[in-house]
């Protein structure tokens, strides 16, 4: 069974819950409630729908970004991208038990993150994708593999996930070189199925 992680998203006609709801139907374990342009307060009233949803179904609830909500409505943890709060700092305030993520696009990134006492890396963009504004350099299967490399010589065992315009057909080959998990977002919501695709993104 492959980790899947979902990072919620609008469409026309899926909303960040309805959306959550369909990942872990589909029986992702991982659910980050990303809304970039949102209030707290409008975060605060989709997790109050989707954190019952993943503790429903076992699964793990991220903020992104969101740092001092991540603590007040006891998230598991949250995902910090590059113009977030330094993760050593989230650190300070969340304490050890809380999951930190952080966002890469090179090696000196994961060296950072990796000092800072990141607990996994999202790495990419594995490809162009329209979900994420400003997008870095695309890394592709070969940028997996060198970042990898990199990261052994070094010593730096941190779980690498990979995102970025991710399809179910991608997935062998990312996990092929030692990336342990993958992002998806509009993969699923996209789809003419999204649970189906879910499933078929997990266990196939």
């Not at 969101?66 to 305030?93: F, Q, S, W």
Request: hydrophobic letters at 40%.
């Amino acid at each position: 069974m492959r980790a899947i992680q979902f990072i919620t998203h609008t469409t026309a006609s899926i909303g960040y819950v309805e959306g959550a709801r369909l990942a872990l139907e589909g029986g992702c374990k991982w659910v980050q409630l990303r809304m970039k342009d949102a209030t707290d307060d409008e975060v605060r009233n989709a997790a109050a729908e989707i954190q019952p949803l993943c503790k429903d179904h076992e699964a793990v609830f991220l903020l992104d970004d969101r740092v001092e909500l991540a603590k007040e409505l006891h998230a598991d943890g949250v995902h910090l991208g590059k113009n977030d709060m330094p993760v050593d700092e989230a650190r300070r305030i969340l304490g050890e038990e809380y999951i930190i993520g952080g966002t890469a696009n090179t090696f000196e990134d994961i060296e950072r993150l990796a000092r800072q006492g990141a607990d996994y890396i999202g790495c990419g963009p594995f490809r162009f994708t329209t979900t994420k504004k400003n997008l870095a350099p695309v890394l592709g299967i070969d940028g997996y593999r060198e970042i990898i490399e990199k990261m052994s010589k070094a010593g730096i065992d941190l779980p690498v996930v990979a995102i970025g315009g991710i399809t179910a057909d991608d997935i062998d080959a990312i996990l092929a070189t030692g990336v342990r998990g993958i992002a998806v977002s509009g993969t699923v919501l996209n789809a003419d199925d999204p649970v189906a695709m879910m499933k078929k993104l997990i266990n196939n």
